[in-house]
Structures are given as C-alpha cells and as structure tokens.
C-alpha cells in the first residue's frame, strides 16, 4: 500500500526555521521524483520544489528560492524540505508527491502537514 506521510509542521515566528520530512513506502521510492507543494487557506495548491530521483537536481518556485531546500535519503525513503527566512505568507498545508519518472500519469500524494508563520 502505497504511503506518503509528511511531518515537520508547526507554528513557527516569522524568521524562523521549519524542516518537514515525507516518508514513502510502498513504492520504488528511487524511481519518483518528488515535490513539495503547498494550498495557503483560500487558495489554490501551489508547486514549492522537486528533486529529481537521484537527487542530482532541484528546482524552486521564484518565492521561495534562496529560502527552502529539498533533499531526499534514497536509502531512508525520505524526503525533506527545509524552509529558512519563513514569511507569514508561507502560511499553507505543505504536501508531498511523488511522481514517477517514466510517467507522470502515475503520482501520489500525502495528506500534507500545515505550517503557520505567525508571531
């Protein structure tokens, strides 16, 4: 049965540090690339991040590169998003997804964990 379950999430001052970890089973977790997205109240989902399968490459939306990294243990079947400088704008529920790298069509989700920046 596939899993994804994310953790890390909490209420955190502006300025702060958050890490939220995803971890997978039931897959090949070495054959996905995963995402981090987020769904601010109000709004709709958002892409955040992605690491490609071998970890060798990432990506970031515009607002909140420089901030966050992702990075992923192959061998823990985990992956991870550390968000730096946090703004209250950050405040969202933050998923994971997984999707496979032959494709796209197969990808999974968790039920995300919500981060609120707020002091």
């Keep these: 049965q596939v899993q994804l379950?994310?953790?890390?999430?909490g209420l955190v001052q502006p300025g702060g540090s958050l890490?939220?970890?995803?971890?997978?089973?039931?897959f090949t977790f070495s054959t996905y690339t995963m995402n981090w997205y987020r769904q601010a109240p109000g709004k709709e989902r958002e892409w955040v991040a992605l690491i490609?399968?071998?970890?060798?490459?990432?990506?970031y939306a515009d607002s909140v590169k420089g901030r966050f990294t992702i990075s992923r243990d192959n061998?823990?079947?985990?992956?991870?998003?550390?968000?730096?400088s946090l703004k209250p704008e950050d405040?969202?529920?933050y998923y994971?997804?997984?999707?496979?790298?032959?494709?796209?069509l197969i990808n999974y989700w968790g039920?995300?964990?919500?981060?609120?920046?707020?002091?």
């Design 5 to 9: 379950v994310e953790s890390g999430g």
């Design 19 to 26: 890490r939220l970890s995803c971890a997978a089973s039931g």
């Design 52 to 59: 490609t399968d071998t970890g060798g490459s990432t990506n």
């Design 75 to 84: 061998a823990k079947r985990t992956v991870y998003l550390q968000m730096n």
């Design 91 to 93: 405040t969202a529920v």
């Design 96 to 104: 994971c997804n997984a999707r496979n790298i032959k494709s796209a």
């Design 111 to 119: 039920k995300g964990t919500l981060v609120t920046v707020s002091s």
